[in-house]
């Protein structure tokens, strides 16, 4: 069975994620959680921060494939 941690909802709506749940993932502040509904019960997980670099680069070669030529033979799909 999964070790269990309890954390108190403060009046402002804000949790503190325990030390071990933050050590088990290697959280640091400024890293983002996702809160996913499921059945009346929650899953938090840990979001993969976006590499910006590598997105810039993606979006910099994605530009060959805006031709009128190219808008032409996609518009259809």
């Known amino acids: 069975m999964p070790a269990k941690e309890i954390a108190t909802l403060t009046a402002k709506g804000q949790v503190t994620v325990p030390k071990a749940v933050r ?3 290697g959280l640091r502040q400024g890293d983002q959680l996702s809160w996913e509904l499921e ?3 929650v899953r938090v997980r ?3 921060p976006l590499d ?3 997105l810039q680069g ?3 070669s994605l530009g060959e494939w805006s031709s009128p ?3 032409e033979a996609f ?3």
């Open 23 to 25: 050590e088990a993932l």
């Open 39 to 41: 059945d009346g019960s």
């Open 46 to 48: 840990a979001v993969a």
């Open 52 to 54: 910006l670099v590598y």
């Open 58 to 60: 993606l979006e910099s």
């Open 69 to 71: 030529e190219d808008e």
């Open 75 to 77: 518009r259809d799909l």
